[in-house]
């Protein structure tokens, strides 16, 4: 088993940044690949970014990249997602996920590839 403890987030203005972490802990070894996620109000729950744990391959969904970027600390087991230039629309629950298969950047941006999940951190951007 993992457990996932995400934190971070909160209120932000358009265009300000923010940090997300994602802790993770149990069996962290037989973790291939980590995942963000979010979901909006009324809206499915949608791919971010993921990064595998060997190697630290990034993959991210177009409407984040050149703004978003993930990152790992194996040392301490945690992934984070740090968020700049954000715009209305991130306003979401942004939810970490492990995989304990291997992921490619075919599978990524899968929910069904992804094992572990925690419970959810809101991030509202307001304009």
């Known amino acids: 088993q993992v457990q996932l403890v995400e934190s971070g987030g909160g209120m932000v203005q358009a265009g300000g940044s923010t940090r997300l972490s994602c802790a993770a802990s149990g069996r962290t070894f037989s973790t291939y690949g980590m995942g963000w996620f979010r979901q909006a109000p009324g809206k499915e729950r949608e791919f971010v970014a993921g990064?595998?744990?060997?190697?630290?391959?990034?993959y991210y969904a177009h409407s984040v990249k050149g703004r978003f970027t993930i990152s790992r600390d194996n040392a301490k087991a945690t992934v984070y997602l740090q968020m700049n230039s954000l715009k209305p629309e991130d306003t979401a629950v942004y939810y970490c996920a492990a995989a304990r298969s291997p992921v490619s950047a075919q599978t990524m941006g899968i929910m069904d590839a992804y094992d572990y999940w925690g419970q959810g951190t809101q991030v509202t951007v307001s304009s």
């Open positions: 990064i595998r744990w060997t190697g630290g391959s990034t």
